[in-house]
């Protein structure tokens, strides 16, 4: 049963997760070794380093299969390589310049772009003046050059990188037409909803709301015009909630906005806050464009999908008392 819990556990881990988990496994199968190697030679500088860079990589396994990565960790992680990477060239001089390449690239892979910056530049620099030599300026020169080279295109590759990773980010999560979040978003944002309110840590509140009769715009006046009312839509609803507030289109007419840190009472507020922007706004069509609300609060009792048949319950008890209206579940 561990065993299976364990395949299970490395199964889940994100790219960046398991790529750090399996590093610090190489790290350990090839490190360790050499860390016993030196210890019997009496080479105590890089003896410690390699015992302490087995520690790191112990200490990485063990927090990423428990919590998963986090920034900091990926920070430690970067900086420690990096005072690593100086150790070890202090001790044998040039003769271990090399172990700083590597140690480039993970900082860039692990840390954003200016946090790898600070880093490898401090270790470049740090390196650049421990092996300097006036009497084979020639070699420091093409040494720090390489340093430089490795530094500057290890910059660009990641930047592009990570622009296409947001690009693809912002694809998968938000809605093409409306530019909303999606229902895959949604199902992440709903979670972690959930679990902080299960925490005590902050209570949050799920408007469920759709345009009424919005078949009957389609038909009357054209798709195009319906997909400019949903794009106005969400201009409206963005205006009339917070920063801190998620709004979704979670599919077709119907859209969902998670309230954070509001209750009940608050969330109906800004709900009748919501239906009064849409109820009298210019659509620019010859008819009244309205919206239906069902609000709850999440309950520490209840499932996820529980709170979303709630709020999705109250959205059609809504349309039962005429359309353009709220309901809300006050009772807690």
């Not at 040494?143 to 990773?165: D, G, H, N, P, Q």
Request: some cysteine.
């Amino acid at each position: 049963m561990e065993h299976k819990q364990l395949i299970h556990r490395l199964k889940a881990l994100q790219p960046l997760e398991s790529g750090l988990f399996y590093f610090s496994i190489v790290a350990c199968l090839f490190v360790g070794p050499f860390t016993v190697y030196r210890f019997i030679q009496g080479h105590w500088v890089q003896a410690g380093v390699d015992a302490f860079v087995l520690m790191l990589a112990g200490y990485c396994m063990v927090e990423i299969y428990r919590k998963g990565t986090n920034d900091l960790l990926h920070l430690i992680v970067s900086i420690s390589l990096a005072i690593a990477a100086s150790l070890v060239t202090a001790a044998n001089g040039v003769d271990s310049i090399y172990w700083m390449y590597p140690t480039i690239a993970i900082s860039f892979f692990l840390v954003p772009l200016r946090s790898a910056l600070v880093v490898t530049g401090c270790l470049i620099a740090t390196i650049s003046w421990l092996i300097f030599d006036n009497n084979n300026l020639p070699l420091t020169a093409t040494i720090i050059i390489t340093m430089l080279v490795t530094y500057s295109c290890t910059f660009f590759i990641f930047k592009s990188y990570r622009e296409i990773e947001t690009k693809l980010k912002r694809q998968v999560y938000l809605d093409a037409l409306t530019g909303a979040g999606n229902r895959l978003a949604f199902d992440k944002e709903i979670e972690k909803a959930m679990e902080l309110s299960q925490r005590g840590k902050q209570n949050t509140s799920l408007l469920f709301f759709d345009l009424d009769d919005f078949k009957s715009i389609n038909d009357n006046f054209g798709h195009s015009v319906g997909d400019g009312v949903l794009v106005d839509t969400v201009c409206l609803i963005n205006d009339a909630i917070r920063s801190t507030d998620r709004l979704f289109r979670y599919g077709g007419e119907e859209f969902a906005v998670l309230l954070a840190a509001t209750d009940i009472t608050n969330a109906v507020v800004v709900a009748e806050k919501v239906r009064h922007s849409i109820a009298n706004h210019d659509f620019g069509i010859e008819r009244d464009v309205t919206i239906s609300i069902g609000v709850a609060q999440c309950r520490t009792t209840e499932s996820t999908n529980g709170w979303i048949k709630v709020a999705d319950a109250l959205l059609y008890q809504s349309k039962s008392k005429g359309k353009n209206t709220v309901s809300s579940r006050l009772s807690y």
